[in-house]
């Protein structure tokens, strides 16, 4: 970690410049998330039913997830000086996109998802296969979910939470995989829907994932990506991807084959369960949408 000290400045026109002179002080410190964040148990609830609200939070559908809170002090991702070293929060958290879907998720009814083998992508804590899952409603719950993600560690929380659910251990895996080419060798069978949940937070992210929805869902199968426009740009990106991320994203997607059915969009603040604005405020849903595409 590092400590700038700047001269102080009330011109609010400089208040972002650092003097030439700034002393920088190294802390020194061991580049562990453990240090700095603990994981924690959180309720998550459904929106109340539209024909059902009478007030009453025991009789809400609902489910627990453990996680660490983003904007700890490691900034959710850092790198030690050496680089054989990584600590990296980010699947230890829980993002907007997944509350998105757990909003949204009553609008996935007319896509036939209910009772089909579903493998989430990018899993992290498995905030969305559990949504998927604990939902009350039967036309949209999986047959079973294979919770996947290249972080161990993550995927060790995604398991607890899938304890602290009470799921049987019959109706889910949990499997380590990394996107790309080989993925189809190791998906862990063939699947019919593919879930993925603000995970394309680079653009370089988007082939690799779409490689590997291409070889997990069949023909018909449908892929549901909640989205949230907050992907980093790297050199050599598409000025496309600049100008319009969505845009892209979907066109990229037709050259796996899989074609765009809908988006689903926030809708306005009034209308969100409060206790999802708890976690993420209704502004972290700008811009988004769960796209959902079917494969050719």
């Known amino acids: 970690f590092t400590q700038v000290h700047t001269m102080s400045n009330n011109n609010p026109s400089k208040a972002e410049q650092v003097p030439n002179d700034a002393e920088e002080e190294c802390w020194d410190l061991p580049a562990d998330f453990n240090l700095y964040a603990k994981h924690e148990v959180g309720r998550v609830y459904y929106p109340a039913k539209r024909d059902c609200d009478d007030g009453d939070d025991t009789a809400r559908n609902s489910f627990f997830i453990e996680c660490i809170i983003p904007n700890t002090p490691l900034d959710i991702n850092n790198k030690s000086q050496s680089d054989s070293v990584r600590y990296d929060a980010t699947g230890h958290c829980v993002w907007a996109g997944a509350f998105l879907l757990i909003q949204c998720i009553p609008e996935l009814r007319e896509f036939d998802v209910g009772n089909k083998r579903l493998i989430e992508l990018g899993c992290g804590t498995g905030i969305g296969g559990l949504a998927m899952m604990l939902v009350d409603d039967s036309s949209i719950v999986p047959a079973s979910v294979c919770f996947t993600d ?16 009470k799921l049987s251990e019959k109706s889910y895996s949990i499997l380590e995989l990394a996107w790309g080419k080989d993925a189809g060798e190791r998906k862990g069978g063939c699947f019919d829907v593919a879930l993925a949940t603000d995970v394309l937070y680079d653009v370089d992210l988007i082939e690799p994932l779409f490689t590997t929805v291409s070889r997990c869902i069949p023909s018909r199968g449908i892929f549901i990506l909640s989205h949230i426009p907050r992907a980093c740009y790297n050199e050599g990106n598409p000025p496309e991807a600049v100008e319009d991320l969505e845009k892209y994203i979907i066109g ?4 796996y084959n899989l074609y765009l059915e809908t988006i689903i969009r926030p809708p ?7 206790e999802i604005l708890d976690w993420c405020p209704w502004t972290s849903f700008a811009g988004g949408g769960i796209i959902v595409f079917r494969r050719a």
């Open 268 to 274: 306005k603040e009034d209308e969100f369960a409060p």
């Open 252 to 255: 990229q997607a037709e050259n």
């Open 150 to 165: 290249n972080d161990p560690d993550a995927l060790g929380v995604c398991e607890r939470n899938c304890m602290l659910n």
